[in-house]
């Protein structure tokens, strides 16, 4: 079953910050190795076949915790796709909605 999921690992406000050293870039390519795809400081995302890739992640998370001292975010997000198209079933009920939600004004 396909899954595409992401990962935020943040200690930057913790006393100390992200320049934890060794650990978080431990972590990091840890991630990598596991098939994670690193995309910016600290957000990865992986779509994968792979239950260990998809779960995985979860369990380096959690034992680099202690020697990285502490998260200040954490968010994970496993979502299973298919590569079919998908249309939702109130999607006759609304022919008109991308111009309807376009024609909203911003709010002040």
Same mark, same amino acid.
Request: with cysteine; net charge negative.
């Given at each position: 079953?396909?899954?595409?999921?992401? /990962? !935020?690992?943040?200690? +930057? @406000? $913790?006393?100390?910050? %992200?320049?934890? &050293?060794? %650990? #978080?870039? =431990?972590?990091?390519?840890?991630?990598?190795?596991? &098939?994670?795809?690193? /995309? @910016? !400081?600290?957000?990865?995302?992986? =779509?994968? @076949?792979?239950?260990?890739?998809?779960?995985? %992640?979860?369990?380096?998370?959690?034992?680099?915790?202690?020697?990285? &001292?502490? #998260? +200040?975010?954490? +968010?994970?997000?496993?979502?299973?796709? !298919?590569?079919?198209? *998908?249309?939702? +079933? !109130?999607? %006759?009920?609304?022919?008109?909605? /991308? =111009? *309807?939600? *376009?024609? $909203?004004?911003?709010?002040?």
């Amino acid at each position: 079953m396909p899954y595409l999921c992401s /990962l !935020t690992v943040d200690c +930057s @406000d $913790l006393p100390g910050g %992200a320049g934890r &050293g060794n %650990a #978080y870039e =431990q972590l990091k390519n840890a991630l990598v190795q596991l &098939g994670w795809h690193w /995309l @910016d !400081t600290s957000s990865f995302f992986v =779509q994968s @076949d792979s239950v260990a890739a998809v779960y995985g %992640a979860l369990e380096l998370v959690a034992k680099s915790e202690a020697s990285i &001292g502490g #998260y +200040s975010h954490v +968010s994970y997000q496993a979502q299973w796709y !298919t590569d079919v198209p *998908r249309i939702p +079933s !109130t999607a %006759a009920n609304h022919p008109n909605a /991308l =111009q *309807r939600v *376009r024609a $909203l004004p911003l709010p002040q």
